[in-house]
């Protein structure tokens, strides 16, 4: 096995499938950095990853700047109204041609080093004093010296993701069955739309990132790392006589193993999936913001098809490699490596357009007590996922384990569903789907690299 400190030492196929089994993985995919950088290469530089919502960037001029694994990316919207992802590089000297954030860029970019000018699709517009440039081989024509694009880009109801493989698979069926959570969370709006709003939270991990993608749908960590805020969130309650749904929420994972047990977990192609919902869809119909939404998508769409839709009743869902959408509660926790052992983890917060603004602030306070870097919930994974990094740096043991449910997970169209709601079939289809990227199978699937 490759050492975990071998920072440029190649790996073989034939050891990159060593580090996966059936029922556990090597630690070393949690701290070589060799496998970080290869990470990069063959998922991040090959899968489609969400850059952003195009609700980010409403008018033409207006960009947002991001990553794409180790890239930077700017997404912006060109005058002609379509939104495009660049790569945020200059092409004469490489500077970065906007800082991170979002902001506008009037009509064109002007690099702040030289002056260089591009169109909002980064075609190339002007460099200062031309004549300097006459007998060279500068052609304002040729891609060199525009901002490159990167290579595909794809919405689906306003959610922009870009692939850098210049061919492979369309955006649809890369997200196979878990394109359904990003519809459910659009038609929980009157009018299907949604936007984000109310800024972003950021929470820097110090960790590897796919700890995060794990912990989406560990079922058995709920009751035990967050166990003192459930406590605290009971003792309150008692102390109010009564039970809102903040405190609702987070006594949620105090549940006894038998409701974990419950639950089912799904699994699909390319590491993605969904958990069923764990707060009670009784209670939520009868509290009054819900009435309310549920009032105006019965105008908007009939019984029915409103019932449907508010009863879709899903927690987080993995879109493996992007993040993580939550539909109920309206965000996008998006998931952005930055080293072997350091993740950012940006907090997208959707307003239902057409919805009461009730439902919005119910987005808020979730995100508030659940995520936010306050909040009293998300400050426990965080150092559960930094002990889990520090752990695996110990000579402590060498394989982690996934064992739990092996074998009673059933085949469902597109992928797996567990018997069992604490079964780490999550897992063990994400470092599937890890594998298969790493092993350049999924690359050829999703990418024509040639
Ligand atoms: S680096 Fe951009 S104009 Fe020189
Ligand atoms: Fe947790």
Redesign the pocket.
Known sequence: MPSSKGACMPYTNEQIAALVRADSVHKSVYTDSALFQLEMERIYGCAWIYVGHESQVPNAGDFCATRIGDQDVILVRATDGKVHVLYNR??????K?VADGCGHAGKFFR??????TFQLDGSHLA?PLKAAFEGSCFDPQHPDFSVRPVARVESHRGFVFASQAAQGIGLKSFLGGVISSIDNLCDRSPVGEVEVAGGMFRVLQTSNWKVFYENLHDTMHAPVTHESSVVAAREQAQKMGAMPLELHIMVGNGEPYRFWENLELCAYAHGHGYMEGIFDPGAASRDPVTRAHFAVLEQAYGHARASEILGMNRHNTIIYGSGSPHTVFQQFRVIRPLAVDRTMIEIQLFRLKGAPEAVFKRTLMYANIINAPSSNVMADDVELYARCQQGNLSRGGDWTSLHRHLGTDRAVPGGMVSSNGTSELPMRNQFQAWKQYMLGHLVEENCDAA
């Open positions: 200059c092409p004469h000297r490489g500077a041609l690099c702040p080093y030289h002056a260089w460099a």
